[in-house]
């Protein structure tokens, strides 16, 4: 019997038992699915949760209080008893820094508040930026101008809003030189921001950006900052610019020789680091949830082929009798088994790309489809099919063929 010849048979068998062979390929098709999303998911979010969530690119790092992000609470709650992060130390930092190519402050604070006429927004993000943010965070307008060093001189009422704030609170007008109420104090538009869509599920177009003068002058200086700075380049400059900084912060805030900074100095690379390392813990549990699904999808699979085994005795000992080998129906069976266990795989890897888009279009998770998980997938499927159908297809091929022909269901 060649291969092909296996292959049509097989086919012609699972056809014939649609429903059962639909229902044998669940274990199979829901752990390749979940194995496919989850990869699809990491490795989406793996090229995009540093430069899209903290907008930093590879030559810009922040400095800060406390961490961003919070992985040790031991190390959190200490970095609170540190001083504040004010205004001056951003200034010596820019004139200081000779490494940095761009310096900048910013501050912010949520649950804000927006209206216009009778329309109004909560829950919107209220910037405090210096004038150097837009080159730092690449902050592109579609109308406006930016903030400029005399709005942050003269601490000015303007700002520029996101297109959540023009389409919901401004609807169809322009919205340059118009008033808005931002926690109940006035300030005129001078610019609308680039829409950037959601991250995460979280809308990012929902903000005002005022001068960061303005926002200490309406929320109070007893606030620390971050500054942001971003080197010439992301080789041996960057390493520079981060030990400039570094030095000139030590020695303002009079931080002790073989002590501990002040302060938090992020990069990407260490954003990128807290992530791999949790999506690594996740990517685990999820493959222990999928191998069980697949194991159960294995069992069944065994199972549905002994029955096979089972219900064409006597076509196995027709076979026999007209010639065919042990091996030959052992390799029927087998084959059987690993198209059965391929279908499923092929259903499972259409079925997690396709949930992973679905994500994707409902709350903006970023997802990247590898070939080599799709082909890792598929290559699962099929060892399963092995593994699982040896032990049928070798039951086949050792029955006896008078036995075989005599039998009867």
Known sequence: MTIVEGIRIALHSLWANKLRSVLTLLGVVIGIAAVIAVVTFVNGINGYVAEKIFNLGANSFIVSKQPNVVTDVDDFIEANKHKDLMMDEYRAVAEGCSACKDVGASLRSFNGKVVYGTQNSTDTWIRGWTPSMARIYDLDLVAGRMLNESDENNASSVVIIGQDIRENLLGG??????????????????????????????????????????????????????????????????????????????????????AKDTFVIETNQSFLSIWSNLSGTFFIVMIVIASISLIVGGIVIMNIM?????????????????????????RQFLIESILLALVGGILGVAGGIGIAKLVTMLIGMPSVIKLWAVAAGLLVAASVGIFFGVYPARKAAKLDPIVALRFEL
């Open 173 to 258: 007008t322009d919205p340059l030189g118009k008033e808005v109420r931002v926690d109940g104090k006035v300030y005129r538009v001078v610019g609308v921001g680039k829409k950037e869509g959601k991250t995460l599920g979280q809308s990012r177009d929902n903000y005002v950006i005022m001068p960061i003068a303005t926002w200490l002058k309406t929320y109070g200086t007893h606030n620390s900052i971050l500054i942001w700075a971003k080197a010439y380049d992301a080789g041996a400059p960057f390493e520079q610019a981060v030990d400039q900084v570094r030095v000139i912060l030590r020695a303002r805030r009079h931080d002790r020789a073989g």
């Open 306 to 330: 002994l029955v096979s085994v089972t219900e064409r005795t006597r076509e196995i000992g027709i076979r026999k009798a007209l010639g065919a080998r042990p091996r030959d129906v052992l």
